[in-house]
Structures are given as C-alpha cells and as structure tokens.
C-alpha cells in the first residue's frame, strides 16, 4: 500500500486518500461501468459487475504489499467518494519476442502468459468519476501520492501507463515533469510509459 503501517489516510488541500474499503464496492463498479470513463482503461470498454469485483479483490489483496496499493480519494467538502489514486504492481515483458515491436504490459499477475520473462514497476495511475473531471482533483491526488512515496523512502522508479490518445492524461503528467520513456502493449492497444521525476526535495506541485 502508499500507507505505512499505523498511518491511515493521506491529505492534500481539498481531497482525503485512505484506503479502500468493501463498502466502496458499488461505487467502483458505477464508474468501471461508465463508457467514458473505461475508454482509456485496459481494453476501453466498461467493465462488468463480475470484473469489477474482481478488479476490487485484487486491489484489497494487494494491501500485504507494503509497497502498492490503489487509495480512495474522498472530497473533504462533503466527504464525498470521488475516485482512486495509488501504486499498481505493473508487469512488462524484459524482452520482446514473436516477431512483435512492443512488449506487453500486465496490471495483474495473473494475466501474464506462463513462460513469459517479466520485471515488475511500481506504477502511478488513478480512475475518477466522470462528474468530477475538470476540477484539478486528479493532479492534487497524484502530486500526494507520489510525493508521500517519495518522502517515505520508497525506491525509484515510478512509473505511468497512459494510453497514447488519452490527451488529458498526458497533460496532467507533464504537469510534473514526467519523461516519456517507451511505449508498450496490453490488451492490443498501445500504452506510453513515462517515467515520474525523483529529487531528493520534496516534489513541487504544479500550477495552473
């Protein structure tokens, strides 16, 4: 998880980052299921109530790993569930076969082929609801999260994987300096994976 052990939420100006908790289930699955929302996501398409609980299992799980872990983003105003920000267990092929040109990318452990040779990146992403887009809430619960990441001694590097037609994404990683460093496969669409900038101060949010 982007928490320690005995510290329970995060904080930024206007936003709350704890973890997730089974009672947020059904949010998840209204915005998995929103086709604008998915369109950047995976495959692109909305994810059913099945994937989602899936989805939702494995994002628990992956609290046993001090190093991961997605975080709800509650809106301090009116405590308001919002969206996630947090650390994914990305997997990339260490080398390309097949007569492919990408290496393929996994978000699951499981989703990746027996036999197939992979390194593991710690990688940044979020998923908002699409009624809170525009507000500046992902670029303040990223800056949080990679920030705490950075402070808290975790290792470099950290990673994002954005689709390469998702403009708004881009912009919001570039807000933060982020270096574009390759480009990779998963689900048969093409992903760019950028590198997060790491300095020894803590990292300087972006304006405008």
Sequence with gaps: MTLASGKDQLESERLVLRRIER???????????????????????????QET???????????????????AV???????LIGRC???DFAVESRVADGRTLPRGWFSRSQVPAGVDVVFEPELGYTFGR????NGYASEA???VFDYVITSGRKPPIISVIHV??????????????????RVEMLERPFDRYLWPVEENRLKQPTG
Excluded at 74 to 80: A, G, H, L, N, T
Excluded at 131 to 134: A, F, H, I, R, T
């Design 74 to 80: 509650v809106r301090k105003s009116d405590e308001m």
């Design 165 to 182: 037609e998702n403009v708004r994404s881009v912009r919001l990683a570039q807000k933060f300096g982020v270096r574009h460093s390759g």
């Design 142 to 144: 990223a800056g949080r």
């Design 131 to 134: 009624q809170y887009w525009g």
């Design 53 to 71: 609980l899936l989805w939702f299992q494995d994002t628990l799980s992956s609290y046993d790993n001090p190093e991961l872990g997605q975080l």
């Design 23 to 49: 009672s947020d289930l059904q949010f998840f699955a209204g915005i998995h299921a929103d086709s604008e929302v998915a369109r950047y996501i995976g495959s692109g398409r909305p994810r059913s109530d």
């Design 86 to 88: 947090g650390l994914s």
